[in-house]
């Protein structure tokens, strides 16, 4: 069996980069979406700051588009990845409690439960 550990890493950077991209084409690392009405919401990056551009024109080339970076972000961090995120919450929840660290005073780059504490935190966070 090939060793798991390079490719997670290797995510990891890659998931770190897409996120430092969009977060620099952006202008900012924290995004709100803005429920108008059932069915529609804008995405914006501050307030004024949309992430979804143009769209108000007739004909071919007038779509709503976002920037490179932000896109790759979006593609990227898509249901698949919030699965497979929160199935990685559940695991590292699970060993810490196995292991009887349940009280965690870690940065969140020391251990797997300060890293999934802060995601944990981050998505309680009313982004609307």
């Known amino acids: ?7 997670v890493r290797a995510a990891a950077a890659r998931l ?8 620099e084409a952006s202008g ?14 804008d995405l914006t990056a501050g307030p004024g700051r949309r992430l979804l ?14 920037l490179p970076a932000v896109a790759d972000y979006v593609a990227a961090m898509g249901p ?8 990685l919450l559940e ?10 660290h349940e009280q965690c005073g870690c940065a969140p780059d020391a251990c797997s439960l300060a890293a999934a504490a802060a995601l944990a935190r ?4 009313d982004h609307a």
């Open 91 to 100: 695991r590292t929840a699970s060993e810490a409690d196995e292991d009887g």
């Open 53 to 66: 551009h143009g769209g108000g024109g007739r004909g071919a080339g007038h779509y709503p588009f976002v």
């Open 122 to 125: 981050h998505l309680e966070t």
């Open 80 to 87: 698949a990845a919030g699965i497979a995120l929160a199935a």
């Open 1 to 7: 069996m090939t060793d798991p550990i390079p490719t």
């Open 28 to 41: 900012t690392d924290t995004w709100t979406a803005s429920h108008r009405h059932a069915g529609a919401a």
């Open 16 to 23: 770190r980069a897409l996120a430092g991209a969009a977060a």
